[in-house]
């Protein structure tokens, strides 16, 4: 297989496919194999529940810590400064490690806590050591403009849904502007793809699975790296499997033109912001 490229920008570096456990719950074994098949990036939140399973698989896998690029996030309830660190403090013991490399606020308050404090707390937390690099996630670009205005230490990423369904050029084209990396979840739209008859001609022209065309598509944007997530092996090392070939521009414009309005899966009522 070849070797994975990363994206650089702050002086982070960052495997460009990483492996997601959003609702893959005790993950161990997965995780473990996630790593023998050649991830380094390894993606969990205090609120899918993943980290002690993340934690066990690093540990078992016999990768060294500092060959994985690990992140996790602090999600919404926990937004004010004494909450934040409580729950940065949790998430280092579920994961058996004393840093991580990305720590990303999971989504924007709802209760009107200042963005100072939560961007004061985010900060703190690199300061002490405890992440090398930070970012936020589900952020709008009006979102992001404030959390960086407040923020004492450069925002690296911005974690946010992307697949060929739903159009992000707004926030795509911010991030490349302000020198962040967009990593994509849900980069294969939940399997909502697997039937698309275009994407089904494209993987069948290049012997590829729809899946490896559709994270060709997303990598080969250039900033953009996704974080797919499977429970089956094959699948696991599939996906990693996509820089040994490179889509056409008719190829690259036609999934690009799969885009609707209707395409945004995460979006839950009370908390997503107004998105671009």
């Not at 205090?46 to 060959?67: C, D, F, L, N, Q």
């Not at 690029?69 to 919404?76: A, E, G, N, R």
């Not at 450069?154 to 990396?181: F, N, S, W």
Request: charged share 20%.
């Amino acid at each position: 297989m070849p070797a994975i490229p990363s994206l650089t920008t702050h002086g982070c570096t960052m495997p460009q496919v990483g492996f997601g456990t959003s609702q893959l719950g005790d993950c161990a074994d997965l995780v473990a194999t996630a790593l023998k098949l050649g991830y380094r990036h390894i993606d969990t939140a205090w609120k899918y529940g993943s980290e002690k399973g993340v934690g066990a698989g690093i540990h078992t896998s016999g990768v060294p810590r500092s060959e994985i690029f690990l992140v996790t996030k602090v999600s919404h309830e926990n937004l004010r400064a004494a909450d934040f660190a409580r729950s940065v403090d949790e998430s280092l013991r579920n994961l058996q490690v004393d840093y991580v490399d990305m720590l990303h606020v999971h989504w924007p308050t709802i209760d009107k806590i200042p963005m100072a404090e939560t961007m004061g707390a985010l900060a703190k937390a690199k300061q002490q050591g405890l992440t090398r690099h930070i970012g936020v996630a589900n952020f709008n670009i009006a979102l992001i403009e404030e959390a960086r205005r407040h923020c004492p230490e450069p925002l690296a990423t911005l974690q946010g849904e992307y697949h060929p369904y739903l159009d992000q050029t707004k926030v795509l084209d911010y991030c490349r502007k302000h020198g962040m990396i967009f990593t994509a979840y849900c980069p294969l739209a939940r399997g909502r793809l697997f039937q698309d008859p275009v994407l089904t001609e494209i993987a069948q022209a290049r012997s590829k699975t729809i899946a490896q065309v559709v994270l060709r598509w997303i990598v080969q944007q250039g900033n953009i790296a996704p974080i797919p997530r499977s429970s089956n092996p094959e699948r696991i090392a599939q996906n990693l499997d996509v820089f040994n070939f490179t889509l056409s521009d008719d190829e690259m414009k036609r999934i690009h033109a799969l885009a609707r309005p209707d395409g945004r899966i995460a979006n839950p009522a009370g908390r997503a912001p107004a998105w671009d």
